[in-house]
Nanobody, 124 residues
């Protein structure tokens, strides 16, 4: 079993930055790849970014590429999402998730464990 707890959300103006954190506990952190997803009101949950077990490989949705950076600190059992140049359309609840699989997986149903989410609101 894996427990994930996100933090770092909040209200920011367009063009600003936020850094989300997701602390993991339970199973060995390097046992799983990590992903960030988001869900805006009335919309489906969508993929944002993914990082492999070592942190050497990352993948991003086109909508955030060049603005967001995913990273992980395996010594601290934590994954991060640095979000720069935020836009109003980035407003959503952001979730971190853990994936025991080894291939590049982008669908929410492919991830086994989820955090409770943290709200990010970007004002125009």
């Amino acid at each position: 079993q894996v427990q994930l707890v996100e933090s770092g959300g909040g209200l920011v103006q367009a063009g600003g930055s936020l850094r989300l954190s997701c602390a993991a506990s339970g199973r060995t952190f390097t046992s799983y790849a990590m992903g960030w997803f988001r869900q805006a009101p009335g919309k489906e949950r969508e993929f944002v970014a993914r990082i492999n077990r070592s942190g050497a490989s990352t993948y991003y949705a086109d909508s955030v590429k060049g603005r967001f950076t995913i990273s992980r600190d395996n010594a601290k059992n934590t994954v991060y999402l640095q979000m720069n140049s935020l836009k109003p359309e980035d407003t959503a609840v952001y979730y971190c998730a853990a994936d025991l699989g080894y291939t590049l997986r982008l669908r929410p149903q492919d991830y086994e464990y989820w955090g409770q989410g943290t709200q990010v609101t970007v004002s125009s």
